[in-house]
């Protein structure tokens, strides 16, 4: 499922919905306000969600460096 550029925040989402995760699932479990997943997920700013990210790749039943490899991160953050 994953590649070495990662996921997007939608085919997360797809993923999620295709397992029956909700959104407030994630965030419960994260402990995060529901708005927080989705503005991880949005991509349109730097918000990381460190929180999250575990939490998501154990839904997925990924590591966290598949869903969001190193390299990737280094060129979000230029």
């Known amino acids: 499922m ?7 925040g939608l085919e997360i989402r797809i993923e999620l919905m295709r397992r029956g995760i909700k ?3 994630i ?13 991880m997920l949005s991509g349109k700013d730097n918000y ?6 575990p939490v998501i ?3 997925l039943g990924l590591p966290e460096d598949e869903i969001w490899p190193p390299e990737v ?6």
């Open 73 to 78: 991160e280094r060129r979000a953050a230029r």
């Open 48 to 53: 990381k969600g460190r929180r999250l990210r």
């Open 23 to 25: 959104l407030v699932d």
């Open 27 to 39: 965030a419960a479990r994260a402990g995060v306000k529901p708005p927080a997943v989705t503005r």
């Open 57 to 59: 790749a154990e839904a």
């Open 2 to 8: 994953a590649t070495k550029k990662g996921l997007t």
